[in-house]
């Protein structure tokens, strides 16, 4: 089902220009490590949508070991912030030699511990709020983070695909949870979303109006 996506992004990846010394070596030590990230076709996306719309305030539910991050701190001013969160104190420590790497230490933020936790202590209003956390918690993520979005900003989710599961019938607690969430994206009335068939899905929604 999922055969000619992976050939798109196999192709799309082949064409792209070389990465910096810091991005290849973290798209390398994801691969080796077995470490699920946004990939270098999302990447580069976010950094644009970041400057797309001035973003000075980004918070991300789910960094990693901070690749979004990277992308996001070089698109943002010098006075811009990127609030990181992950549950693995590990994640954080390889994260922060890769900012030092990258000369973006300055901008960001790494809290450990719960995404929605942490973003419930941050009043707001954001720029972008990026979520990658546990797919159980993707409809509780969106509805603690919409809140939080300025008019105008964007709200981004990745995995919305999930591997092609969502186009099945499959029951499975991940699955329905991303389905719950699409729902949400598309029925949330100040909300403009499209949901970009790009590596796993990426969902961007716009928060419209006033």
């Known amino acids: 089902m999922y055969s000619f996506s992976e050939q798109v992004d196999r ?16 798209e390398t ?20 949508l970041a400057r797309a719309i001035g973003a000075k305030t980004v918070f991300e539910m789910g960094s990693g070991f901070g690749f979004s991050a990277v992308h996001f701190a070089r698109a943002v001013p ?20 890769y900012f030092v790497k990258a000369g973006v230490e300055s901008k960001i933020e ?5 995404a929605v936790t942490i ?18 918690g993707y409809p509780a993520g969106f509805r603690a983070a919409w809140p939080k979005v300025r008019p105008g900003g964007l709200f981004i989710a990745d995995n919305m695909l999930w591997h092609g599961e969502v186009m099945t019938d499959s029951q ?14 598309y029925s949330t009335p100040d909300a ?9 899905g990426v969902a961007v929604a716009m928060k419209v109006g006033r």
């Open 110 to 114: 790494f809290r450990v511990g719960d």
């Open 11 to 26: 192709y799309l990846t082949g064409v792209l220009p070389a990465r910096d010394a810091v991005l290849a070596a973290m």
């Open 192 to 200: 403009q979303t499209t949901i970009l068939p790009l590596r796993d």
């Open 119 to 136: 973003l419930g202590e941050y009043p707001g209003p954001f720029d972008i709020i990026l979520m990658d956390i546990d797919k159980e």
């Open 29 to 48: 030590h994801a691969v080796e490590a077995g470490f699920p990230y946004i990939g270098p076709l999302v990447g580069p996306l976010l950094g644009m």
């Open 172 to 185: 499975k607690p991940t699955t329905l949870a991303i389905r719950e969430l699409t729902r949400l994206l």
């Open 78 to 97: 010098p006075d811009g912030r990127v609030i990181c969160t992950d549950g693995e104190a590990g994640n954080e420590r390889v994260a922060r030699d």
